[in-house]
């Protein structure tokens, strides 16, 4: 960004973890920050990065979950794609289909190397299901799937990090979001902080909000553009009141 250096092709969530310390290294030495009163809020996969940080990081007060992951990668890619096709209107039985292959795939992917014969068939009998035989997706998708961001993705679970944070935690969804399924990733994340015996978190899932909280008609990913709402008064309302009551 800027003039910084480092180079964001083959970065992982890592990286951005790493990045993030530095930023709370930097407000550490500003004199008009309380250093004792630091803390991380992150969506989607910032939900995952913040815990990595915080599970390694002393400087790190509290931290904020929007639409965190709870469950690996794969659970994540495979249940967006289940709610999504669904949100499309795929049949059900042909939805399912499509949810085995993937999880295959990502299977063969996560091999040490990928396989790559198996994970292109697999895509290849996919598309094919879906329409488009002979698709140039195909290869696209695979080199997103064996990209370093993805192989890291897939892979992360979030209960090694978040099994080792004893500061306050927030844990924010909404009841639409198609790509970070709510019930499933709240649930994982309360039983990882009860398993861990954390007592200072809350758990809420907030009524018509879609992946970027926005108050949302279905939570599709068609609506993003098209919704005007910002991030729902609603959500900041609980997440403000939360940290102010720290």
Do not use: C
Request: net charge negative.
């Amino acid at each position: 960004m800027g003039e910084s250096g480092g180079t964001f092709r083959g970065s992982t969530s890592v990286d951005f973890a790493s990045d993030v310390s530095a930023a709370v290294s930097y407000l550490k030495s500003r004199a008009e920050v309380d250093e004792k009163k630091i803390g991380l809020i992150g969506h989607s996969e910032g939900g995952l990065i913040a815990p990595m940080v915080a599970s390694s990081n002393t400087d790190v007060s509290f931290i904020v979950l929007l639409a965190g992951p709870g469950v690996n990668g794969v659970e994540i890619m495979a249940t967006q794609n289940v709610l999504v096709n669904r949100q499309s209107g795929m049949a059900e039985d042909k939805n399912a289909k499509i949810d085995a292959i993937n999880r295959q795939i990502y299977q063969a992917v996560l091999q040490s190397p990928p396989n790559e014969i198996v994970a292109k068939d697999l895509l290849a009998e996919k598309y094919f299901i879906l329409g488009q035989a002979d698709s140039p997706n195909i290869a696209v998708e695979y080199t997103q799937l064996t990209s370093q961001w993805f192989q890291f993705f897939l892979a992360a679970e979030p209960k090694k990090y978040l099994s080792k944070v004893q500061i306050p935690v927030l844990a924010m969804n909404g009841d639409k979001d198609t790509q970070v399924a709510a019930e499933l990733n709240l649930s994982a994340i309360e039983s990882i902080l009860n398993e861990s015996n954390n007592k200072r978190f809350t758990i809420e899932l907030i009524p018509n909000l879609n992946h970027l909280f926005q108050t949302a008609k279905t939570g599709s990913v068609n609506e993003y553009a098209s919704n005007e709402e910002t991030f729902s008064p609603v959500a900041l309302k609980i997440m403000g009141d939360w940290i102010s009551g720290l």
